[in-house]
């Protein structure tokens, strides 16, 4: 294989003799090694190569881009060809930029060089620990892997940095079955850089197992009331996710259609949640090391104890609204636990839902949110009474984070985020 920073030079030549007034580009090479399982036996071991070159050229304040899986000279004019012709065509704004340079940095993440079998010892054992611990559960498709990456990045304002890293991870798909009696699937995934703990263990995995044997025993949820749900890590996720994106993303900053707008230093939240976006954290498997925009990542809060510290803005928007871009580029959620513990979560409780997984369309820009509260269970005078079926929740995100009732002890490490469990008043809870 060719080295990398040849591939690198060559993209640099290319691209001053194309007439480039300034670019960045980064080229990957990926060699992952997979096996599956389906239908609970294993069908298939391979191993995989593939490579990236994505460019991205500036001339005249126009900005262009464009992206190859292949690192021969021929593909490396191409791309830049097509890169300057959306040059050509792009508007003209002299917001457009990224770092400058300092001393080149390299980073060594991770297991770069896989244990394969190792891995396959721990994909056998997690088959195994599912038959012996939750014979109900069928196991639809397995996935497991080791990636390792090697990246190089560069620009022509002397900015660099390499990575070397290698993860493991999987990705489960399952359902539970009993006599005529079947669940919907259920799904997760983990990524680790040991394998020094049984895959069982790792993220939510056994949670989830236990929750589809449970799933079996349903009953249609009647009736409609505004209460607490209990976000499980899966399900504050998701919820999570839309409201930072809805909230304090580059297109609603740009756009000035986030209700979030002009309220840095403001409180938006509970005082019990702090949101950090943190790839560097010790926790977070292989996290981004460098930006989209060529600067060194680094962990910050947005929200610090229910106070608004940032947005999550790119070079670009940055420039163009006055606002502070983001420390990284990442979306490596971290919220730490708080002082109650998920038992007394639940104990704490009068009526209300554990919510497993959410199901619904994106939110709109002013948060409001409805769709389906998949794999949940009903509480009742301070303890589960079962799993529930067809259950909707619908609310408002940023009203949901500023009712907050408790924070979990309790976190949920699964590589790429770390999440406690959160309840949360005012839902409105209904049956289909």
Same mark, same amino acid.
């Given at each position: 294989?060719?080295?990398?920073?040849?591939?690198?030079?060559?993209?640099?030549?290319?691209?001053a003799r194309?007439?480039?007034?300034? !670019? =960045?580009?980064?080229v990957?090479?990926?060699?992952?090694h997979?096996?599956?399982?389906?239908?609970?036996?294993?069908?298939?071991?391979?191993?995989?190569?593939?490579?990236?070159?994505?460019?991205?050229?500036?001339?005249?304040?126009?900005?262009?881009?464009?992206?190859?899986? %292949?690192?021969?000279?021929?593909?490396?004019g191409?791309?830049?060809?097509?890169?300057?012709?959306?040059?050509?065509?792009?508007?003209?704004d002299?917001?457009?930029?990224?770092?400058?340079?300092?001393?080149?940095?390299?980073?060594?993440?991770?297991?770069?060089?896989?244990?394969?079998?190792?891995?396959?010892?721990?994909?056998?054992?997690?088959?195994?620990?599912?038959?012996?611990?939750?014979p %109900?559960?069928i196991?639809?498709?397995?996935?497991?892997?080791h %990636?390792?990456?090697? #990246?190089?990045? =560069?620009?022509?304002?002397?900015a660099?940095?390499?990575?070397?890293?290698?993860?493991?991870?999987?990705?489960i798909?399952?359902?539970?079955?009993?006599g005529? =009696? #079947?669940?919907?699937f259920f799904?997760?995934?983990?990524?680790?850089?040991?394998?020094?703990?049984?895959?069982?263990?790792l993220?939510?995995?056994?949670?989830?197992?236990?929750?589809?044997?449970a799933?079996? !025993?349903t009953?249609?949820f009647?009736?409609?009331?505004?209460?607490?749900a209990?976000?499980?890590?899966g399900a504050?996720?998701?919820?999570?996710? $839309?409201?930072?994106?809805n909230?304090t993303?580059?297109?609603?900053?740009?756009?000035?259609? +986030?209700i979030?707008?002009?309220?840095?230093?403001?409180?938006?939240?509970d005082?019990k949640?702090?949101?950090?976006?943190?790839?560097?954290? $010790?926790?977070i498997?292989?996290?981004e090391?460098f930006?989209?925009?060529?600067?060194?990542?680094?962990d910050?809060?947005?929200?610090?104890?229910?106070?608004?510290?940032?947005?999550?803005?790119?070079l670009?928007v940055?420039n163009?609204?006055?606002?502070?871009?983001?420390?990284?580029?990442?979306?490596?959620?971290?919220?730490?636990?708080?002082?109650t +513990?998920?038992?007394?979560?639940?104990?704490n409780?009068?009526k209300?839902?554990?919510?497993?997984?959410?199901?619904?369309?994106e939110?709109?820009?002013?948060?409001?949110?409805?769709?389906?509260?998949?794999?949940?269970?009903?509480?009742?005078?301070?303890?589960?009474?079962?799993?529930? +079926?067809?259950v909707?929740?619908?609310g408002?995100?940023?009203?949901?984070?500023?009712n907050?009732?408790a924070?979990?002890?309790?976190?949920?490490?699964?590589? $790429? #985020?770390?999440?406690?469990?959160?309840?949360?008043?005012?839902?409105?809870? +209904?049956?289909?």
């Open positions: 294989m060719e080295d990398i920073r040849v591939i690198a030079q060559r993209t640099k030549d290319a691209l194309a007439g480039a007034q300034k !670019a =960045q580009y980064k990957t090479m990926t060699e992952t997979e096996f599956n399982v389906d239908g609970g036996e294993f069908s298939l071991f391979r191993t995989l190569f593939d490579n990236s070159l994505s460019v991205t050229a500036y001339k005249d304040n126009k900005k262009g881009s464009a992206i190859t899986n %292949k690192l021969d000279d021929a593909a490396i191409e791309t830049i060809e097509v890169c300057l012709k959306t040059v050509e065509s792009g508007i003209a002299e917001a457009y930029d990224f770092a400058s340079g300092r001393e080149p940095e390299c980073f060594r993440e991770g297991c770069y060089e896989p244990d394969v079998d190792k891995l396959f010892e721990r994909t056998k054992e997690l088959m195994e620990d599912i038959r012996i611990r939750h %109900k559960v196991v639809e498709q397995l996935i497991v892997s %990636k390792k990456n090697h #990246t190089l990045y =560069q620009n022509t304002k002397g660099e940095f390499e990575v070397f890293a290698g993860e493991y991870s999987f990705s798909m399952f359902s539970a079955h009993e005529e =009696q #079947t669940t919907s799904g997760c995934d983990a990524k680790t850089d040991k394998l020094d703990r049984p895959f069982i263990e993220g939510t995995v056994e949670r989830e197992l236990c929750d589809a044997e799933q079996l !025993a009953v249609p009647d009736g409609k009331w505004e209460g607490v209990v976000l499980t890590p504050l996720a998701s919820l999570l996710f $839309s409201a930072l994106y909230f993303s580059d297109s609603v900053i740009l756009d000035k259609t +986030s979030w707008l002009d309220k840095l230093n403001q409180k938006v939240a005082e949640l702090t949101v950090s976006i943190a790839p560097c954290d $010790s926790r498997c292989c996290g090391r930006t989209n925009d060529g600067f060194k990542s680094e910050y809060d947005v929200i610090r104890d229910g106070v608004l510290l940032s947005y999550m803005l790119s670009y940055s163009k609204s006055g606002y502070e871009r983001a420390k990284n580029s990442s979306y490596s959620i971290v919220v730490e636990g708080g002082d +513990s998920y038992d007394d979560i639940i104990k409780m009068k209300g839902i554990v919510v497993g997984r959410f199901s619904g369309g939110p709109g820009t002013n948060g409001d949110f409805s769709g389906s509260a998949k794999n949940s269970f009903l509480v009742e005078d301070g303890k589960i009474k079962g799993a529930v +079926s067809e909707m929740i619908s408002n995100l940023a009203e949901m984070l500023q907050i009732v924070v979990s002890k309790e976190t949920v490490e699964d590589g $790429s #985020t770390v999440l406690p469990y959160i309840a949360v008043d005012k839902i409105v809870i +209904s049956g289909k």
